[in-house]
């Protein structure tokens, strides 16, 4: 009974390809994240959903594209994936806007 | 946007003496402030957090302490184990409102 859970883990591609990472909670939040850490380990929010609309949408590539089917999923789409994507990729979800998030296990993504 | 400022970048204890982690916003409103551990692997995992109308807040071995008129809050941890071997996050956003904003993390190394 996980509560922020993404797959998949570990994700090895190649430069120019297209890849979707899943996340789904089932803590009943409102709002849910994504957040890439790079191998300094800063963590830069990436995309912000609350009831399935995007209110925050950081300077990312639009090469980067959140979809959420509905409120326990928001799932992350890449495409054209360059080498500067490496990275791990977290999910998180909160009650509500800007409270304590809960984050899933990562997803480490390596482009080649 | 918010700014967080985090330091320092590495901090090395011996296992009994206590840590300090201090971090500096920048947006007045923000009115939280969680602090997360992440093992090495590992998912951020929140530890501590505290509102703006507190001054302190403790639980155990770890404290936090905030002041709102320098825009400054820092992690203290007492009585240090090799445990606490990982990489912490001080965070900042307005409650409701903002996403979390995280410092760049600081990797804590408690000799044994």
């Known amino acids: 009974d996980t509560a922020v859970s993404q797959t998949p883990k570990y994700l090895v591609t190649q430069m120019g390809n297209d890849k979707s990472i899943k996340c789904e909670q089932n803590?009943?939040?409102?709002?849910m994240y994504w957040y890439k850490q790079d191998s300094k380990k800063f963590l830069k929010i990436m995309f912000s959903y609350n009831n399935k609309e995007l209110i925050i949408n950081e300077t990312v590539p639009n090469r980067f594209s959140p979809k959420s089917p509905d409120k326990a999923h928001l799932n992350l789409h890449i495409n054209s994936l360059e080498l500067g994507d490496s990275a791990v990729y977290f999910c998180?979800?909160?009650?509500?806007?800007?409270?304590?998030?809960?984050f899933g296990q990562g997803t480490r993504l390596t482009v080649v | 946007g918010e700014n967080v400022e985090q330091h320092p970048s590495t901090l090395s204890v011996q296992e009994g003496d206590s840590a300090v982690i201090k971090c500096t916003y920048s947006?007045?409103?923000?009115?939280?402030f969680p602090w997360y551990k992440q093992e090495l692997g590992k998912r951020p995992q929140l530890i501590i957090d505290i509102r703006s109308n507190v001054g302190e807040k403790k639980d155990q071995r770890i404290a936090v302490t905030l002041n709102k008129t320098a825009k400054h809050f820092s992690l203290h941890i007492t009585e240090t184990q090799p445990e606490d071997s990982a990489v912490y996050f001080c965070?900042?956003?307005?409650?409701?409102?903002?996403?979390?904003?995280f410092g760049k993390g600081t990797r804590l190394s408690v000799i044994a």
């Open positions: 998180a979800s909160s009650p509500q806007k800007a409270e304590e998030a809960f």
């Open positions: 803590l009943g939040h409102d709002t």
């Open positions: 947006d007045s409103a923000s009115n939280y």
């Open positions: 965070a900042a956003s307005i409650s409701g409102n903002t996403p979390l904003v």
